[in-house]
T-cell receptor, first 113, second 113 residues
Framework: QKEVEQNSGPLSVPEGAIASLNCTYS??????FFWYRQYSGKSPELIMF????GDKEDGRFTAQLNKASQYVSLLIRDSQPSDSATYLC?????????????FGKGTLLTVNP | GAGVSQTPSNKVTEKGKYVELRCDPI?????LYWYRQSLGQGPEFLIY????????DSGLPNDRFFAVRPEGSVSTLKIQRTERGDSAVYLC???????????FGPGTRLTVL
């Protein structure tokens, strides 16, 4: 059973701070990694994807991947109250089944004004 | 352009009844996925279509669940003899090709009384 683990939170940060969200996964052969944001009562919204080791930046968001440690993280710089949501880490399966995403339970982030 | 759409947004049914949930993917997306999300959990993979065929139905929990995509666009998830444990949000996602990023629809909240 492939697993994706996230701290459930809640993670609380002040406005303007950096929020750091972490994720570990069990499928060593996984090649694709995604971060989704989910507001309460809404569906997941893709915010970042990363396929290679290292950092990938998009605006205020930076995804970090370390395949050797089976670790993915998401940094949100200059956090805003509108960033308050649950952040889901998703990992594509290995062995040609990368379309099959396994999600963590999500980390609830609260950004306090 | 239009995103993934799903109907109905909410469905309340009685135990033992049959339900159909519809998904209309993003135009031009060849890959379509169904997930199920229970309260406090991340989405759980159910089935993946490439074109008209179900390429991977390994996530369907039992034979009461069935899905079709007869013309390679709209898909219907069918649940027979519904049980209270089937209550969840059913999410549909689509991607341009099987290895591309998946975009989710708003979901159908199914409640089985």
């Amino acid at each position: 059973q492939k697993e994706v683990e996230q701290n459930s939170g809640p993670l609380s940060v002040p406005e303007g701070a950096i929020a750091s969200l972490n994720c570990t996964y069990s499928d060593r052969g996984s090649q694709s990694f995604f971060w989704y944001r989910q507001y309460s009562g809404k569906s997941p919204e893709l915010i970042m994807f990363i396929y290679s080791n290292g950092d990938k930046e998009d605006g205020r968001f930076t995804a970090q991947l370390n395949k050797a440690s089976q670790y993915v993280s998401l940094l949100i710089r200059d956090s805003q109250p509108s960033d308050s949501a649950t952040y889901l880490c998703a990992v594509g399966a290995s062995g040609g089944s990368n379309y099959k995403l396994t999600f963590g339970k999500g980390t609830l982030l609260t950004v306090n004004p | 352009g239009a995103g993934v759409s799903q109907t109905p947004s909410n469905k309340v049914t009685e135990k033992g009844k049959y339900v159909e949930l519809r998904c209309d993917p993003i135009s031009g997306h060849t890959a379509l996925y169904w997930y199920r999300q229970s309260l406090g959990q991340g989405p759980e993979f159910l089935i993946y279509f490439q074109g008209t065929g179900a390429a991977d139905d390994s996530g369907l929990p039992n034979d009461r669940f069935f899905a079709v995509r007869p013309e390679g666009s709209v898909s219907t998830l069918k649940i027979q003899r519904t049980e209270r444990g089937d209550s969840a949000v059913y999410l549909c996602a689509s991607s341009l090709r099987m290895w591309d990023e998946q975009f989710f629809g708003p979901g159908t909240r199914l409640t089985v009384l």
